[in-house]
């Protein structure tokens, strides 16, 4: 009737979800998959029994219409039978307990082996910041991390920090969620063993725009990977031969944009806001909001609050011309 | 059956309006003291209601813009702390209230005016909390409610985040609610402990006496915690101080562990009256003693004792260290074993009896069954591993509105029905009372079994509007629907309480043929409870009396 028959129903004939639980693809999703068809199994296998005991007393036990009208016998307890139903539910509590300790103890903080790669996580209202100490690459809200092969594994350590208020970074097919807290350092390991793009978003309420801080994981092979962080530790054009171009820098200099943002080899140098210096690589910006066109990109430079309101850019409220070359510029930071 | 055969005068001088409110504002009375609570938390349930709807048909679709991010914020925080501290609480001190007294055969509560002092500490809270929507504004600027969450984590409670008035309405209002919890629960244990009536001793006050008192002691335990947390977090946003604020080294970990020190005890504090009136009705109708009634006494004392100690289960995903994980897997595993032999001990009180099917039974079994699941999936979520996936997803939204909802609403349904012969002197319509279960249990299972879809496959909650594409339209269209259901339900009940009183048949003393004190004395019971000071011999002092060929002290 009710959870488990439509968690069952759901495991039997999956639906197409690119966030399914059930459809893990990196090993920490994997195990609590294992481990949760295990307490299904024994939860619903209760839930069978106790409600068909409940049904069967309330059906067979029910006043009938040739009842007398005396009352029936009555019965204080019995403690053999308390005994029997105390003692049971203790021994599935061990096996429970038992299981999910292993798994506990399998997934939190293991050692990271030789071929692992770090990310630094920073969750900011409403963005994702992504530093690769050990590569010298830093994006926003488009994590980039190789395939792991389960014979020489790669996996991809995250260690999690907050700017702002507290996050939670969950993408559900690659590993059950951890909060960001500031100034309270945590870590968590995704290993994915199959490429492509994973989603996510935000896990614990952090303000106005709490929805739309959403993830996606690019996992890529080891050579697209390599070429990917090539890419990224390059630093912007410094002279943009567009002249909108050029006179969209002077505008985003001259204004308050290089307070928040970053475009590595300009004076741009803000940390409050994503880095810009290869936002053209990305496919969405805002956080996963909308796709990364140019249209969406002017309306976004615009007014921030018609695409995400709430959020914490301002509208610069540039003319629009002003809007042209700023969008040029952008566009031309690949 | 009438025990007591002196007649009162039923009609009694026409008394101006004014002066019949102004009777009711300053009366120490436990009975109305706690038909005033019911009625203060059925209108706050009304409100929460109302913004739970205004959530649902945002949600009816993705990118729906029904509402803005600022006022869903609100709605989901107003909701949340409106339903538990000034719907559920209320109604369940409402219950106590009306209900301990006369079950002990007491004259009133131990303090009564510490007991009106309670009341409108708790009415003050609630009307401070509302006032909020003209007296504050929240995060964006814009808004007035507070939207914070309602367990307001730090440090978004802070005021470089939450700037305005409206965190502090919210703050307030629990401290001074708080306060009310406080002293009712002080109230309850006193009555509980000093006030018996000849011949009840411990181990022969009803059931509903005992769950009652452990209830008590889990308020003093759980919101003193909660009240200190606010004392805290006004030092914070007004003295300078840095317990949860961050960005001065403070700690956000430490007020998930206030708050949740507070928030795990209060689901027992809510669900341990629901299993209280469970344990009156489930005999009554099944037309047995309670099976075990030792072994359940002990079982809710457990079960108030174990509660205390797994608070942190709220936290697997703040990063606690593997070992700590572990201890509050055990503690939450472990309190699913006195649980369960309390509904073994329903089942074995049904068994063999003969069950009446009324309105309070009807409600009752759905609670076993309902109960039953919420405890299961609440088994799937003390799994640390499988909490990392389903914690803040809308499979938690389902599994604690399985409890709060479909086991503690529904027995607090049941309990309607039963007392409300008692209260009002009248019989309800059973038709409208079944029309009622009907239409709120399709609306319970549509909404709620639904709502445990969205989670596993990723839905976070919280969240004012989704992506399509993620599989979660359709569930969320009929989660939205079951809502109508619901609401229907509430509105045949509503109608029912209205009609019943004005124009239900008289009750008689004992409509149940019930067993308990509060069933001796005339419906509505007089203002000083009962003519004689009642004397009892065992558990249940009318079925002696009925049966005095065969009475229960025989066998205690």
């Given at each position: 009737?009710s959870?488990?028959?439509?968690?069952?129903?759901?495991?039997?004939?999956?639906?197409?979800?690119?966030?399914?639980?059930?459809?893990?693809?990196?090993?920490?999703?994997?195990?609590?998959?294992?481990?949760?068809?295990?307490?299904?199994?024994?939860?619903?296998?209760?839930?069978?029994?106790?409600a068909?005991?409940?049904?069967?007393?309330?059906?067979?036990?029910?006043?009938?219409?040739?009842?007398?009208?005396?009352?029936?016998?009555?019965?204080?307890?019995?403690?053999?039978?308390?005994?029997?139903?105390?003692?049971?539910?203790?021994?599935?509590?061990?096996?429970?307990?038992?299981?999910?300790?292993?798994?506990?103890?399998?997934?939190?903080?293991?050692?990271p082996?030789?071929?692992?790669?770090?990310?630094?996580?920073?969750?900011?209202?409403?963005?994702?910041?992504?530093?690769?100490?050990?590569?010298?690459?830093?994006?926003?809200?488009?994590?980039?991390?190789?395939?792991?092969?389960?014979?020489?594994?790669?996996?991809?350590?995250?260690?999690?920090?907050?700017?702002?208020?507290?996050?939670s970074?969950?993408?559900?097919?690659?590993?059950?969620?951890?909060?960001?807290?500031?100034?309270?350092?945590?870590?968590?390991?995704?290993?994915?063993?199959?490429?492509?793009?994973?989603?996510?978003?935000?896990?614990?309420?952090?303000?106005?725009?709490?929805?739309?801080?959403?993830?996606?994981?690019?996992?890529?092979?080891?050579?697209?990977?390599?070429s990917?962080?090539q890419?990224?530790?390059?630093?912007?054009?410094t002279?943009?031969?567009?002249?909108?171009?050029?006179?969209?820098?002077k505008?985003?200099?001259?204004?308050?944009?290089?307070n928040?943002?970053?475009?590595?080899?300009?004076?741009?140098?803000?940390?409050?806001?994503?880095?810009?210096?290869?936002?053209?690589?990305?496919?969405?910006?805002?956080?996963?909001?909308?796709?990364?066109?140019?249209?969406?990109?002017?309306?976004?430079?615009?007014?921030?609050?018609?695409?995400?309101?709430?959020?914490?850019?301002?509208?610069?409220?540039?003319?629009?011309?002003?809007?042209?070359?700023?969008?040029?510029?952008?566009?031309?930071?690949? | 059956?009438?025990?007591?055969?002196?007649?009162?005068?039923?009609?009694?001088?026409?008394?101006?309006?004014?002066?019949?409110?102004?009777?009711?504002?300053?009366?120490?009375?436990?009975?109305?003291?706690?038909?005033m609570?019911?009625?203060?938390?059925?209108?706050?349930?009304?409100?929460?209601?109302?913004?739970?709807?205004?959530?649902?048909?945002?949600?009816?679709?993705?990118?729906?813009?029904?509402?803005?991010?600022?006022?869903?914020?609100?709605?989901?925080?107003?909701?949340?702390?409106?339903?538990?501290?000034?719907?559920?609480?209320?109604?369940?001190?409402?219950?106590?209230?009306?209900?301990?007294?006369?079950?002990?055969?007491?004259?009133?509560?131990?303090?009564?005016?510490?007991?009106?002092?309670?009341f409108?500490?708790?009415?003050?809270?609630?009307?401070?909390?509302?006032?909020?929507?003209?007296?504050?504004?929240?995060?964006?600027?814009?808004?007035?409610a507070?939207?914070?969450?309602?367990?307001a984590?730090a440090?978004?409670?802070?005021?470089?985040?939450?700037?305005?008035?409206?965190?502090?309405?919210?703050?307030?209002?629990?401290?001074?609610?708080?306060?009310?919890?406080?002293g009712?629960?002080?109230?309850?244990?006193?009555?509980?402990?000093?006030?018996?009536?000849?011949?009840?001793?411990?181990?022969?006050?009803?059931?509903?006496?005992?769950?009652?008192?452990?209830?008590?002691?889990?308020?003093?335990?759980a919101?003193?915690?909660?009240?200190?947390?606010?004392?805290?977090?006004?030092?914070?946003?007004?003295l300078?101080?840095?317990?949860?604020?961050?960005?001065?080294?403070?700690?956000?970990?430490?007020?998930?562990?206030?708050?949740?020190?507070?928030?795990?005890?209060?689901?027992?504090?809510?669900?341990?009256?629901?299993?209280?009136?469970?344990?009156?009705?489930?005999?009554?109708?099944?037309?047995?003693?309670?099976?075990?009634?030792?072994?359940?006494?002990?079982?809710?004392?457990?079960?108030?004792?174990?509660?205390?100690?797994?608070?942190?289960?709220?936290?697997?995903?703040?990063?606690?260290?593997?070992?700590?994980?572990t201890?509050?897997?055990?503690?939450?595993m472990?309190?699913?074993?006195?649980?369960?032999?309390?509904?073994f001990?329903?089942?074995?009180?049904?068994?063999?009896?003969?069950?009446?099917?009324?309105?309070?039974?009807?409600?009752?079994?759905?609670?076993?069954f309902?109960?039953?699941?919420?405890?299961?999936?609440?088994?799937?979520?003390?799994s640390?591993?499988?909490?990392?996936?389903?914690?803040?997803?809308?499979?938690?939204?389902?599994?604690?509105h399985?409890?709060?909802?479909?086991?503690?609403?529904?027995?607090?349904?049941?309990?309607?029905?039963?007392?409300?012969?008692?209260?009002?002197?009248?019989?309800?319509?059973?038709?409208?009372?079944?029309?009622?279960?009907?239409?709120?249990?399709?609306?319970?299972?549509?909404?709620?079994?639904?709502?445990?879809?969205?989670?596993?496959?990723?839905?976070?909650?919280?969240i004012?509007?989704?992506?399509?594409?993620?599989g979660?339209?359709?569930?969320?269209?009929?989660?939205?629907?079951?809502?109508l259901?619901?609401?229907?339900?509430?509105?045949?009940?509503?109608?029912?309480?209205?009609w019943?009183?004005?124009?239900?048949?008289?009750?008689?003393?004992?409509?149940?043929?019930?067993?308990?004190?509060?069933w001796?004395?005339?419906?509505?019971?007089?203002e000083?409870?009962?003519?004689?000071?009642?004397?009892?011999?065992?558990?249940?002092?009318?079925?002696?009396?009925?049966?005095?060929?065969?009475?229960?002290?025989?066998?205690?």
């Open positions: 009737m959870t488990l028959s439509t968690a069952i129903s759901h495991l039997l004939h999956r639906p197409s979800s690119p966030t399914d639980i059930f459809a893990p693809v990196s090993t920490p999703a994997k195990s609590i998959f294992d481990l949760s068809l295990f307490v299904l199994g024994i939860t619903g296998g209760i839930f069978v029994i106790v068909a005991l409940l049904a069967y007393s309330a059906i067979r036990f029910r006043k009938r219409k040739s009842d007398n009208g005396g009352e029936p016998a009555q019965v204080y307890g019995s403690l053999q039978v308390e005994l029997a139903w105390t003692l049971t539910p203790v021994l599935i509590s061990v096996v429970l307990f038992l299981a999910t300790a292993r798994v506990i103890f399998q997934t939190q903080h293991p050692t082996p030789p071929g692992a790669i770090e990310v630094t996580v920073i969750g900011h209202q409403f963005w994702w910041e992504y530093r690769y100490p050990g590569l010298k690459v830093v994006t926003a809200n488009e994590l980039h991390v190789p395939v792991s092969d389960p014979a020489h594994p790669t996996p991809t350590f995250l260690n999690l920090y907050s700017a702002d208020t507290d996050h970074w969950w993408v559900p097919r690659l590993a059950g969620k951890t909060d960001l807290i500031p100034n309270h350092p945590n870590s968590m390991w995704i290993d994915p063993h199959e490429t492509g793009l994973y989603l996510g978003q935000c896990a614990q309420y952090c303000g106005t725009q709490h929805a739309k801080m959403l993830l996606r994981v690019y996992v890529q092979s080891p050579e697209d990977f390599a990917w962080v890419e990224q530790r390059q630093t912007a054009q002279a943009p031969s567009d002249g909108t171009a050029s006179e969209g820098r505008i985003f200099e001259s204004v308050a944009c290089i928040c943002h970053t475009v590595a080899g300009t004076p741009a140098n803000g940390r409050f806001g994503p880095d810009l210096t290869h936002l053209m690589s990305r496919e969405t910006i805002a956080s996963g909001v909308a796709l990364n066109t140019r249209e969406n990109l002017r309306r976004w430079i615009e007014n921030p609050n018609t695409l995400k309101p709430g959020c914490l850019m301002p509208s610069m409220g540039l003319n629009n011309q002003q809007l042209d070359a700023v969008t040029a510029y952008l566009v031309s930071l690949r | 059956m009438s025990i007591i055969s002196v007649n009162l005068p039923r009609t009694q001088p026409a008394i101006p309006i004014v002066d019949k409110l102004h009777q009711w504002v300053i009366t120490v009375d436990h009975k109305r003291l706690g038909l609570y019911i009625f203060y938390a059925l209108s706050f349930l009304v409100f929460g209601g109302i913004e739970a709807t205004i959530m649902r048909i945002q949600l009816i679709r993705p990118h729906n813009d029904f509402v803005s991010p600022q006022v869903f914020n609100q709605m989901f925080t107003m909701h949340g702390t409106t339903m538990i501290f000034f719907a559920a609480m209320p109604l369940v001190f409402g219950f106590a209230n009306y209900l301990v007294p006369l079950m002990i055969g007491a004259r009133d509560m131990a303090f009564p005016r510490l007991n009106a002092f309670s409108w500490l708790t009415a003050l809270g609630g009307i401070l909390l509302y006032f909020s929507v003209i007296g504050g504004y929240g995060l964006y600027g814009a808004g007035n507070p939207d914070v969450g309602w367990f984590y440090p978004l409670t802070a005021r470089t985040f939450s700037p305005g008035h409206s965190t502090d309405f919210w703050t307030l209002s629990l401290l001074v609610s708080g306060f009310g919890s406080i009712t629960a002080i109230n309850i244990i006193a009555t509980v402990l000093c006030m018996r009536c000849p011949g009840m001793t411990l181990g022969r006050m009803p059931l509903l006496v005992w769950l009652n008192l452990t209830m008590a002691g889990l308020v003093i335990l919101v003193s915690p909660l009240t200190a947390a606010q004392i805290m977090l006004l030092v914070d946003r007004y300078g101080g840095h317990f949860f604020d961050t960005q001065a080294g403070g700690s956000a970990v430490v007020w998930m562990h206030f708050f949740w020190v507070f928030g795990h005890p209060e689901v027992y504090v809510l669900v341990i009256p629901a299993f209280a009136f469970v344990s009156e009705i489930i005999p009554v109708f099944s037309r047995k003693a309670i099976f075990g009634y030792p072994v359940m006494v002990a079982a809710t004392v457990a079960i108030g004792f174990i509660s205390v100690s797994v608070w942190a289960h709220h936290m697997f995903t703040v990063g606690m260290t593997s070992f700590g994980n201890f509050f897997v055990l503690s939450t472990a309190i699913a074993v006195p649980t369960g032999i309390k509904i001990n329903w089942l074995a009180t049904m068994w063999g009896g003969k069950i009446h099917f009324r309105a309070p039974m009807l409600f009752c079994l759905a609670f076993l309902q109960f039953l699941t919420a405890g299961l999936t609440g088994i799937m979520l003390s640390a591993p499988f909490n990392w996936q389903l914690s803040n997803s809308y499979f938690v939204v389902a599994h604690f399985y409890v709060i909802v479909g086991a503690i609403l529904f027995a607090l349904f049941g309990a309607f029905y039963y007392w409300f012969p008692k209260a009002s002197g009248r019989m309800y319509s059973e038709r409208l009372a079944k029309l009622h279960f009907w239409l709120f249990i399709i609306g319970f299972h549509l909404t709620f079994d639904f709502m445990h879809v969205p989670g596993i496959l990723g839905m976070p909650r919280r004012y509007t989704y992506e399509p594409g993620r979660w339209d359709a569930w969320n269209l009929i989660v939205t629907i079951g809502v259901f619901q609401a229907a339900g509430i509105l045949a009940f509503v109608g029912n309480l209205l019943s009183y004005f124009q239900g048949k008289t009750a008689g003393s004992d409509p149940w043929d019930a067993w308990t004190l509060e001796s004395t005339h419906s509505p019971p007089p000083y409870n009962f003519e004689t000071v009642p004397v009892v011999k065992s558990r249940r002092p009318l079925w002696d009396i009925k049966h005095p060929e065969d009475p229960d002290w025989k066998y205690e």
